[in-house]
């Protein structure tokens, strides 16, 4: 069957599987499948420099993501998949994972020590039926093993954040938990060590970079997890966080912290975060500024917790020797992990860390100039503990709920403390109602505009997510005979 054929043949109707399967190609069905190449004596399938085989591989059954392991090795390699309406994903290059390669394989691993273990390629916008996998030599490869990860769907919905959980410490940010995006229970028991690094590894996946929605990077985790506990017989997912192309920090391990993880081959005392991509040559994929937020956010939290100095460096108890407690993957081992474009930003992520520990969390201020004003708001100015030059007020009492509001762009997500400035009078509203349009839904509290002008006064913590996706405003709810004003808003990350 030419491939073009092949690419067109129907998908088959086989009942879906729970979990992954893989297959073993030989050397010899490797040599047969590709038609190009040698046996050798040592029982390994050669390619010369410059040579390259096409292999176009039926999966036995559907998949969302495409795997493999391999003993041998070639000079580059990449994979499409077919999807089951006949279109085909971009192509993605097969890598070694080193996270999965170096690690210890645990019981019941497909993959057997000493193989390479590749990193996966997702499909989206539908299942897939099979691969076409190019090899590049030189090559020499004893067998290789595809992998085919059945997608859990990517119909997970997204959960929204939770009331602010409390001012005990640096906050931990939100982070999406094994339940949002349905994790396997572990397969073994959890083991437990201090945490005093943070350790910064990448997924080698360039196809997760692509992922344009929540649900797909969701369903890109439960691959993972999937992959690590399939291929490598890890207990569960390796890294103890993964964070997203868009920001979005994803629980990864169970067990709370200070669980022991599978990520650096050392793993005691250290907490990994894995950024979703390929951050090398030939994608170099960088870090987006919403992921290098989340990593500095996270990694606040954690330093905070366990007072780890995130410019600083110390004995890290698996590796056995002084390790900066910021590492990236590359510093304890011989690995291209996190990849040249993501460990060129550590230093930037240290210093976002130690600013966020010293209070520099940054802020945004918007004044009357900025205000969305639903009905008729005067402008005024007399009031001398005003902000800026002006400040809108209207009158309570109207019949129909006045408002004016921010749309603040929020620069990156993350809690924020909402303030609200106004200019205090004896004809002001006591009971002045405020609130906040989150994700999470409208919050309102009351303020007394009587009292406490000319000043930030906090009216709550919410978690805002990037850009112009919540709302901050004054309403004049109430008893006819009052004034309300709204003057200026702002919004400090803490
Ligand atoms: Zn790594
Ligand atoms: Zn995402």
């Known amino acids: 069957m030419t491939l073009s054929a092949f690419l067109l043949a129907s998908p088959f109707l086989l009942a879906p599987q729970t979990g992954p399967r893989h297959d073993v190609l030989t050397a010899a069905e490797l040599a047969a499948r590709s038609g190009i190449g040698r046996l050798e004596a040592d029982g ?10 096409v292999l176009a591989v039926t999966a036995p059954q559907p998949f969302r993501s495409f795997g493999a392991f ?4 070639f000079a580059a390699a990449t994979t499409r998949l077919v999807r ?4 085909t994903s971009p192509v993605s290059p097969l890598v070694r994972n080193d996270d999965l390669t170096a690690g210890a394989r645990g019981p019941g691993a497909a993959a057997p020590t000493g193989a390479i273990v590749g990193a996966l390629h997702h499909g989206y916008g539908g299942d897939s039926h099979a691969v076409v996998l190019t090899v590049t030599g030189p090559a020499r490869l004893r067998d290789l093993a595809l992998v085919w990860v059945p997608g859990a769907g990517e119909g997970a919905r997204r959960p929204a954040p939770p009331p602010f959980p409390g001012a005990a410490g640096y906050p931990k940010p939100f ?3 094994r339940g949002s995006w349905g994790a396997d229970p572990p397969q073994c028991g959890y083991s437990y060590w201090s945490v005093d690094h943070v350790a910064i590894h990448h997924t080698a996946s360039a196809s997760e970079y692509w992922s344009t929605s929540w649900s797909e990077c969701a369903a890109n985790v439960k691959a993972t997890q999937s992959y690590h506990m399939y291929v490598n017989g890890w207990c569960d997912i390796g890294y103890h966080y993964l964070v997203c192309v868009h920001g979005d920090l994803f629980e990864g ?4 912290d200070d669980v022991v993880g599978a990520h650096d081959a050392y793993n005691l005392g250290s907490m990994a975060i894995s950024c979703m991509g390929y951050f090398h040559p030939p994608y170099s994929q960088t870090l987006t500024p919403a992921m290098e937020d989340a990593i500095a956010e996270l990694g606040a939290w954690k330093c905070d917790q366990k007072g780890i100095d995130p410019l600083g460096a110390s004995w890290y108890d698996g590796y056995g020797g002084v390790v900066a407690n ?3 993957h590359r510093d304890v081992r011989s690995t291209s992990c996190p990849g040249d474009q993501a460990y060129a930003r550590l230093d930037a992520i240290r210093q976002a860390i130690a600013a966020r520990l010293n209070g520099g969390g940054g802020q945004v201020v918007l004044d009357t100039d900025q205000l969305h004003l639903l009905g008729a708001w005067s402008l005024g100015s007399s009031s001398s503990d005003k902000y800026g030059p002006d400040y809108r007020w209207t009158s309570t009492g109207t019949g129909s709920r006045l408002v004016a509001w921010w749309e603040p762009d929020v620069p990156s997500a993350g809690w924020y403390d909402v303030y609200l400035w106004w200019p205090q009078g004896w004809n002001r509203n006591p009971q002045t109602l405020v609130g906040a349009r989150t994700p999470s839904g409208l919050t309102t509290t009351t303020v007394d505009q009587q009292h406490d002008g000319g000043r930030w006064n906090l009216i709550g913590t919410w978690w805002l997510p990037q850009g112009r996706l919540s709302k901050v405003g004054v309403a004049n709810d109430g008893p006819a005979g009052w004034v309300v004003v709204a003057d200026a808003l702002r919004l400090v990350k803490r």
């Open 44 to 53: 390994s399938w050669s390619l010369a420099p410059g040579e390259r085989a």
């Open 326 to 328: 910021v590492y990236g």
């Open 84 to 87: 089951n309406d006949g279109s």
């Open 253 to 256: 391990r169970g067990g709370g």
């Open 175 to 177: 982070v999406y938990d």
């Open 70 to 73: 391999w003993r041998g090795g």
